[in-house]
């Protein structure tokens, strides 16, 4: 259930380029409670009318993503945090081999479960933010038939690019938290090097399957 819902939190622009009128385009200057209101509620209408989705069709929910989600998120930023203080002890390249890494295993590890949605309701939060905030939270909650309604907070900052995505909490779980520990032990074993192979032969069994 919870990789469902991490899912959604990485399908959640996937309607940028797929369903918004070129009127509603986001760009730099777009709020990003708006952003997040827009674009949810537009996934999720994707989700329920596209027949490919819902067939199951992987191949396109990978490409989408690649190409429609990933640059909406601070994938580095998210990746650093994952790894927590061993960032600071990786050199450029690992830290590009791990950014990359991490990007790939978020997008195969969830990919599946985006053609699994149809009658999710999101309520959207009363959003707080003060004048010149870099960083801030955008609150929604899930609301499914039948079930308790879960809590999404997408935690965003403010770039030269736009606002952008880096980090979802689910039900009080941090998506990058949630990888800190596994990572810190591999990197106490193995070494960077060692995660950064962890990681990719994980995408590659993702690959496979």
């Known amino acids: 259930m919870k990789g469902?819902?991490?899912?959604?939190?990485?399908?959640?622009?996937?309607?940028?380029a797929l369903y918004v009128p070129a009127a509603r385009a986001v760009d730099a200057s777009t709020p990003p409670d708006q952003l997040v209101r827009d674009?949810?509620?537009?996934v999720l209408n994707i989700l329920r009318t596209d027949q490919n989705l819902q067939s199951g069709d992987n191949a396109k929910v990978v490409e989408l993503i690649n190409a429609k989600v990933l640059p909406h998120f601070n994938f580095r930023r998210m990746t650093s945090l994952a790894v927590g203080k061993d960032w600071r002890s990786a050199t450029a390249e690992q830290q590009s081999r791990l950014t990359e890494a991490f990007r790939t295993l978020l997008v195969r590890t969830y990919s599946n479960a985006l053609t699994q949605y149809r009658n999710e309701i999101i309520d959207f939060k009363p959003f707080r933010a003060n004048a010149g905030d870099k960083q801030?939270?955008?609150?929604?909650?899930?609301?499914q038939p039948g079930g308790q309604p879960i809590p999404i907070d997408y935690m965003l900052e403010n770039s030269p690019q736009g606002w952008k995505v880096f980090d979802v909490v689910v039900a009080g779980?941090?998506?990058?938290?949630?990888?800190?520990?596994?990572?810190a032990d591999e990197i106490r074993t193995k070494g960077i090097d060692g995660l950064i192979a962890s990681i990719e032969s994980k995408n590659q069994s993702l690959e496979k399957k």
């Open 136 to 143: 801030v939270k955008v609150g929604t909650e899930a609301r």
């Open 173 to 183: 779980v941090s998506l990058v938290t949630n990888y800190r520990g596994n990572f």
């Open 4 to 16: 469902k819902l991490f899912a959604m939190c990485l399908s959640a622009l996937t309607a940028l």
């Open 39 to 42: 674009v949810t509620t537009d």
